[in-house]
């Protein structure tokens, strides 16, 4: 009789947290939207530094504009546009302006004019998966099933799924060749008004 009790209060409370939540949907527009967003995973939008130091294997490095990252080499643009093997890669460090895409054309900002949220993740993503909106400018997106996995977890977190108007902008890149995995540290931002 006890159990029964504790089960139909459960049910009740159950029935009353989804019907509140039917009201408030239908109250507040809004709400409609985040639950549309939730459905349709969306691509993962990263902004790249202007200014990229790729650390070699022998010691030296190289500084630039990163341009293009496939399977074999990335590209670096400073004077020229110089190819460099992945194989030959420790990893590459981002500082610098950052290029933040408007409705119109993307406008240049500095790291300060930007608001971080929340700490850097590791996002492991295939190789191939980058896909450059304005390559230039370093603007650029994952999709989410291209995402192997973030921080130590496997695949996409449910709170990546609906970037909104946030973006992650690249700290660092590493890479495990043998995986054919890239490796992006990179941090959320979104731009203070």
């Known amino acids: 009789m006890k159990i029964t009790k504790i089960i139909i209060i459960f049910l009740v409370a159950c029935l009353t947290v989804v019907v509140g939540d039917i ?75 950052i290029w933040w895409p408007e409705s119109d054309k993307p406008i240049s900002f500095r790291g300060d004019e930007v608001e971080m949220k929340g700490p850097p993740r590791r996002f492991q993503v295939r190789m191939d998966s980058l896909e450059w909106e304005d390559a230039e400018k370093g603007i650029a997106v994952i999709k989410p099933e291209a995402v192997v996995g973030v921080d130590e977890a496997k695949g996409l977190p449910r709170d990546m799924k609906c970037p909104g108007k946030s973006r992650y902008i690249v700290s660092e890149m590493e890479f495990e060749l043998e995986q054919q995995i890239l490796i992006i540290t990179a941090t959320s931002h979104s731009r203070t008004e």
Do not use: H, M, W, Y
Not at 59 to 85: F, H, L, M, W, Y
């Open 23 to 97: 009201r408030q949907t239908i109250a507040n527009p809004k709400l409609i939207v985040k639950t549309e967003c939730k459905s349709t995973v969306q691509p993962i939008p990263f902004s790249f530094p202007t200014n990229a130091r790729v650390v070699l294997k022998d010691g030296d490095s190289r500084s630039g504009t990163v341009i293009d990252i496939n399977s074999q080499d990335i590209t670096i643009k400073k004077d020229r546009i110089v190819p460099e093997a992945i194989a030959n890669i420790v990893r590459i460090k981002f500082k610098g302006d």
